[in-house]
């Protein structure tokens, strides 16, 4: 019988190991160079743990001149000029750094400067821009109109302008048939038109016979890093966010393993009741996703990635915000109260935003009184 060396045989499978790590880490490796993309997955933990924001209160206003504040959306200039769009009062209001209103725009009309659906706003350096459903209007940063410009809302839905002529597309809420829709850069000037990215949402018309619900309703939800150029988007039914070139190459992608909130058949209720008192409630209800989406905005901003968490109707009286590195690792998580009596006005994608080192956020009291408010924070340094 022949004798076994244990130990030799024990120093052979030690070099097999070894030789077999290496492959495969040299196998990974050159994945991940062909494809030129990392994959980073997060535990629901941040590595440096809870991060204060210090949120300060400069000022609160409830009104526009005599006009009682409805349904808002918030825009902010650099210079810390404030713009609110009133969906309801159906105009743009103008505040100053201090909270002192100066004037109202953008009224609905068909005339010039006149807005027939008043839909999303943007600050493009030195112009607001509205965008309407078959054009985009274009204002200085005083309220002047200058022009109008042709742009089918639902063909080319604007998210992020990169400067006035060129902006980011995509199709918020529906999807083609076939379920697949498409980022898309165009550049007005030219005329060039060409897709970035392409991505699944749910195909037009689902859920609740065409309801859609900011919280429930999937969404594909953009953010934009200026200083470099690089595209954070991700559809808010998973937290999974991608990071690509504007050329359309894939960076990055991150996630985070969270579990999903659920809502219950009361506040859905109450929620359809303030949106239409006379819809068919029950019939909307048996339709709809009964699941919270992740996340309602991406925002970057001095080096991190703030990704503002959805809150449908659970808990108004705060807003978490999860911030990750630009390259997806999730950093710390911070919490935003509006404080005693006071609670966020979660009914647009616009309710709240952060600029340079201050918040905004759209608030109602509880004798249902909407406020905005500005408040000065302080955030992670790069």
């Not at 859609?212 to 999937?218: E, N, Q, S, Y």
Request: net charge positive; glycine share 8%; hydrophobic share 40%.
């Amino acid at each position: 019988m022949e004798k076994i060396n244990f130990k030799k045989e024990e120093k052979n499978m030690k070099k097999i190991l070894i030789f077999t790590i290496l492959l495969l880490s040299v196998f990974s490796l050159a994945v991940g160079l062909v494809r030129g993309t990392e994959t980073t997955v997060n535990q629901d933990k941040p590595s440096k743990g809870q991060w204060d924001l210090n949120p300060r209160k400069v000022w609160q206003v409830n009104r526009a001149g005599d006009d009682v504040f409805s349904r808002l959306e918030i825009a902010a200039a650099e210079n810390g000029t404030l713009y609110v769009h009133d969906w309801r009062n159906q105009c743009i209001y103008m505040f100053d750094n201090n909270g002192a209103f100066k004037r109202a725009f953008g009224n609905r009309g068909e005339g010039p400067g006149e807005i027939r659906t008043h839909l999303k706003t943007f600050i493009v350096k030195d112009k607001l821009i509205a965008a309407d459903i078959d054009r985009l209007h274009y204002f200085t940063q005083q309220g002047k109109f200058i022009k109008a410009v042709p742009n089918m809302l639902f063909q080319r839905e604007p998210h992020i302008f990169l400067d006035e002529h060129e902006f980011i597309a995509a199709p918020t809420f529906a999807a083609p048939v076939d379920g697949k829709g498409n980022i898309t850069y165009v550049d007005l000037k030219t005329g060039t038109k060409k897709i970035i990215r392409e991505f699944s949402l749910p195909k037009a018309g689902a859920g609740g016979g065409g309801v859609k619900l900011i919280g429930l309703t999937p969404m594909i939800i953009t953010g934009y890093d200026y200083d470099n150029q690089k595209l954070y988007y991700g559809v808010n039914d998973a937290y999974e966010i991608h990071v690509t070139r504007l050329n359309g190459k894939l960076i990055n992608t991150f996630s985070l393993k969270r579990q999903k909130k659920l809502v219950s058949n009361e506040t859905l209720r109450e929620q359809l009741k303030l949106i239409d008192a006379s819809a068919p409630v029950n019939e909307i209800m048996k339709e709809l996703p009964k699941e919270i989406t992740y996340y309602h905005r991406i925002s970057i901003h001095k080096g991190h990635v703030l990704v503002f968490e959805d809150n449908f109707g659970t808990d108004w009286e705060r807003q978490s915000i999860d911030i990750f590195s630009l390259d997806g690792k999730y950093l710390y998580r911070a919490v935003f109260t509006p404080g005693p009596g006071m609670k966020i006005y979660f009914t647009s994608i616009g309710s709240i935003l952060v600029r340079g080192d201050y918040l905004y956020a759209v608030l109602e009291d509880d004798e249902g009184e909407v406020a905005i408010a500005k408040y000065r924070i302080q955030l992670p340094k790069k």
